[in-house]
């Protein structure tokens, strides 16, 4: 799988910024993160890569969020760093065996998931950012769940924060009627 890296920046090593059939075409590509990659870093890129931001409904709120706090210092001391993990999990009594995959987003402090819903999101903005391990977790056991190594693509990135943030507060998104013409 051909890999496109992160930098702390914003930028994306080898795609100009407004080459977006480029861009495109690396959102099935492993991501790899430069080692201070942070959450400004990734609102960074979103500024830099005006496409990015039409994968999610919430990153327009969200942008303007960041824009307007603090230019550093945007760290809480519960969390060591955050965390973009997978999860496998197989389901199957009581109802229909199925499959289920997905992303979640938040905060690790001593190896230990920690919510972080709680904070605002410009108070995480320099907090460094991290990809996880796949969880697999099978039939809802969720005391022996295996780890595993895995990649991300750059779309599952973007997709797996901006699914997880939109949860912050009550975006304009999420508020009753906001689809009203």
Not at 29 to 57: C, I, K
Not at 105 to 122: A, L, T, Y
Not at 134 to 150: A, C, N, P, R, S
């Amino acid at each position: 799988m051909d890999t496109v890296r992160l930098n702390i920046d914003g930028s994306i090593d080898t795609i100009r910024k407004d080459d977006q059939p480029a861009l495109l075409a690396c959102l099935a590509r492993q991501v790899e993160l430069a080692p201070e990659y942070t959450l400004r870093s990734f609102f960074s890129m979103l500024d830099a890569y005006g496409a990015l931001v039409h994968l999610n409904a919430f990153f327009p709120d969200l942008m303007e969020q960041c824009r307007q706090g603090p230019a550093d210092g945007c760290r809480v001391d519960a969390i060591d760093w955050l965390m973009l993990e997978k999860t496998v999990e197989m389901i199957g009594f009581p109802g229909e065996p199925r499959l289920e995959i997905y992303r979640s987003f938040s905060g690790c402090r001593q190896g230990k998931s920690v919510p972080i819903k709680e904070f605002q999101v410009d108070m995480l903005l320099d907090m460094q950012v991290r990809l996880g391990r796949l969880k697999h977790v099978i039939f809802g056991d969720q005391v022996d769940v295996f780890e595993f190594d895995t990649v991300f693509t750059l779309f599952e990135l973007v997709e797996g924060i901006g699914w997880e943030l939109g949860f912050h507060g009550t975006p304009r998104e999420c508020q009753i009627g906001s689809f009203r013409k």
